[in-house]
């Protein structure tokens, strides 16, 4: 299935990088603690008919290791510009989940020449967006909104398999972590100023909430917006039946 593979050295980061099919760019950025695989497996094959799909593997991510750089979407979006000079690509689609939908947002504020369109899924743009489960420990055993055991035993399987320093994972979780409680996010004003079409994507049972969902969708002019029933956030990008329809009809 894989077109091409390699590496791209940008801003200090080995970056892991596959491309697939042929056609207009589409740049796949995963979630935290996520790989290609385990975040586009479903949806590259399809996507693949009718794009040149680069799935990249952030820093600290999949077969790309880590460096004392703090993980942030303005850090990984420059590397995510890195690796399209790299590979001679003007503009491109950008699809994003979770932190990679950090980084497409922080792409659509920061670098506009640089995307065709935008798709941030199971994103916040400010603190107060996430779900309040997610800052009470005493309900993520029994939250629906929660990753299950079972993703986690991915995560663990999937860093082991593909890392290049596989012994660092509880450490690597722990750092992410209290990156990913350190979001910024954008201001109106920034989200105001987003040219590129977006469409936002979440489930309705996700780490971000409905209602913020629908702030987003007010503050980025233009913009779609899509709730998935009954999914949560890990699941989201595992819908190819209800995504896969969605974006044919939004990218060209």
Do not use: C
């Not at 040149?52 to 004392?68: F, K, N, P, S």
């Not at 590397?79 to 001679?88: A, I, Q, S, T």
């Not at 107060?128 to 005493?138: F, T």
């Amino acid at each position: 299935m894989v077109t091409d593979s390699g590496y791209a050295d940008v801003n200090g980061v080995h970056m892991y990088y596959e491309t697939y099919g042929e056609g207009t760019p589409l740049v796949l950025l995963h979630g935290g603690m996520l790989s290609i695989d385990l975040n586009f497996a479903r949806l590259i094959p399809t996507l693949a008919k009718k794009h040149r799909v680069i799935g990249v593997e952030l820093q600290g991510h999949g077969r790309t290791a880590d460096t004392d750089r703090e993980i942030t979407p303005a850090a990984l979006a420059s590397d995510v510009v890195g690796l399209l000079d790299h590979l001679g690509i003007d503009r491109a689609h950008v699809l994003g989940h979770s932190m990679g939908g950090g980084v497409t947002m922080e792409l659509a504020v920061s670098y506009p020449d640089r995307v065709r369109s935008v798709v941030p899924i199971s994103v916040s743009v400010r603190p107060d967006g996430m779900h309040e489960d997610l800052s009470d420990p005493s309900k993520f055993a029994t939250s629906p909104i929660m990753p299950t055991q079972q993703d986690f035993m991915e995560f663990r399987e999937e860093y082991l398999r593909l890392s290049p320093h596989p012994e660092h994972f509880d450490e690597f979780l722990a750092r992410l972590s209290a990156s990913n409680a350190d979001l910024k996010g954008w201001s109106d004003e920034q989200l105001a100023g987003i040219t590129a079409p977006t469409l936002l994507v979440q489930g309705d049972r996700d780490f971000t909430t409905n209602e913020h969902a629908a702030l987003m969708q007010r503050l980025i002019p233009g913009s779609q917006l899509a709730i998935l029933p009954n999914t949560t956030h890990m699941q989201v990008t595992r819908r190819a039946d209800l995504l896969l329809p969605m974006l044919d009809e939004f990218l060209d």
